[in-house]
């Protein structure tokens, strides 16, 4: 199976954190799993214990179906400063379910909208765009990486495009979909392949987690889900896949349940204080390693810098940490390969085991280095930034709880 190289590395410690044996934790783990309803003697027919406020959640899944396949976050925010001007040319890098693009074509008259995506299904929903608002909406199939390829055949050349938008991470339809494999709330394959089936040869999640040695498995999981626990979640992966090959979404999840004792299940909480199950970091780390999510997003802001006129506007929206400090190095125009600079309060941190404060001390900083006005005082030889970092409104968490971890970072090119 290929393993692919981390050109864009989060923290230079993390592929080389786990160099000691992992020990075996034998009976121990296997009476946790009785007890998480799997076992790794027989096939995996139970699911996830509910969590403290299931009761919310099946009152939210009833709701379901009356909500669109994906909701947009900060549209309005994304509109403001992309300040689009009629017949411009404008770049959506993923279409997704299309929301912003939608936004973009009914509030602006004659725009040009050039919509890519890799993934198959927000392909078909493009062209379906495309036949609503004929000559205006340009859709493409490819990752990143293939975009210098494919755009030239649409017409759009270097410095050919006004404004240009990248929302990082998946759409709601993929984590909602349970045959896509990226919930670990529905039961499914353990596919996550966000372009579906059309590398046959690219493994899938399923094929990660059963193939990879344990240490090698630890430090995806260190790299991508930043997960402090990875050691004791790799050990009872291993432990489990040798009775029996895990292939379902909660086959893994009631696995790194079983690593853990009852009242760590729903211990953590995410940043609207709701119970947050144990291996969530677990499927974001083999989500981001199967998609090779962080190299196509370098590729992606290489394609915008590439496309974009000068006094062109470029928004990127992220969802976790990894995302947005890479956004942010590029923007900085920082050497991506290379350490990310730290100062000496994090230095000092890092020295005496408080790793976990490093996130929130990068974002303080990152406050106090913003003028009164929000202007940004860091410029790169490419871009130079709008405003700070701008975070989703209450009341939009509120209606979209998914938008509570999203982040707009906005420049302009040079």
């Not at 350490?339 to 085991?353: L, Y």
């Amino acid at each position: 199976m290929p393993i692919y190289r981390f050109m864009v590395t989060p923290c230079k410690w993390t592929l080389g954190l786990c160099k000691d044996v992992i020990p075996d934790h034998g009976s121990r783990m296997f009476r946790r799993c009785r007890r998480k309803l799997w076992h790794p003697l027989r096939p995996y027919t139970g699911s996830v214990p509910s969590s403290p406020d299931s009761k919310l959640k099946n009152s939210e899944m009833s709701t379901q179906s009356e909500r669109p396949l994906h909701t947009p976050v900060m549209v309005n925010e994304v509109l403001q400063f992309l300040d689009i001007k009629p017949g411009q040319v404008v770049l959506d890098l993923t279409f997704g379910a299309g929301g912003h693009s939608k936004a973009i074509l009914q509030s602006i008259p004659d725009v040009m909208v050039v919509v890519a995506d890799r993934d198959p299904t927000a392909f078909q929903m493009a062209q379906r765009l495309a036949e609503e608002y004929p000559g205006q909406v340009k859709p493409v199939l490819g990752r990143f990486s293939e975009l210098n390829n494919l755009l030239p055949t649409l017409g759009v050349d270097p410095g050919g495009v006004d404004a240009a938008l990248l929302d990082a991470g998946c759409s709601s339809m993929q984590m909602d979909s349970a045959e896509r494999g990226f919930s670990l709330s529905k039961d499914g394959p353990l596919d996550m392949r966000m372009d579906r089936d059309r590398y046959p040869d690219m493994p899938c999640a399923a094929d990660v987690v059963n193939a990879l040695d344990q240490q090698a498995l630890a430090s995806v999981l260190a790299a991508y889900g930043e997960e402090r626990h990875t050691r004791k979640i790799a050990a009872a992966i291993a432990q489990a896949r040798s009775v029996y090959p895990i292939g379902r979404t909660l086959q893994l999840a009631s696995i790194v349940a079983g690593a853990f004792p009852d009242s760590a299940l729903y211990a953590r909480r995410d940043r609207l204080q709701r119970p947050s199950h144990v291996a969530t970091k677990t499927f974001q780390a083999l989500r981001i390693f199967v998609n090779n999510e962080l190299n196509e997003l370098h590729a992606g802001l290489h394609v915008a810098q590439t496309l974009l006129r000068p006094k062109g506007r470029l928004c990127v929206l992220t969802f976790h940490s990894l995302e947005d400090r890479l956004t942010k190095r590029f923007l900085r125009g920082e050497d991506l390969a290379a350490p990310p600079r730290r100062s000496i309060r994090q230095r000092a941190k890092a020295q005496h085991g408080l790793e976990r404060e490093e996130h929130k001390e990068e974002e303080e900083e990152e406050e106090e280095g913003e003028n009164e006005d929000g202007e940004r005082g860091r410029e790169s030889a490419h871009w130079v930034s709008l405003k700070k970092v701008i975070k989703p409104c209450e009341e939009e968490v509120q209606e979209n709880p998914r938008a509570r971890s999203a982040k707009l970072r906005t420049a302009v090119r040079r």
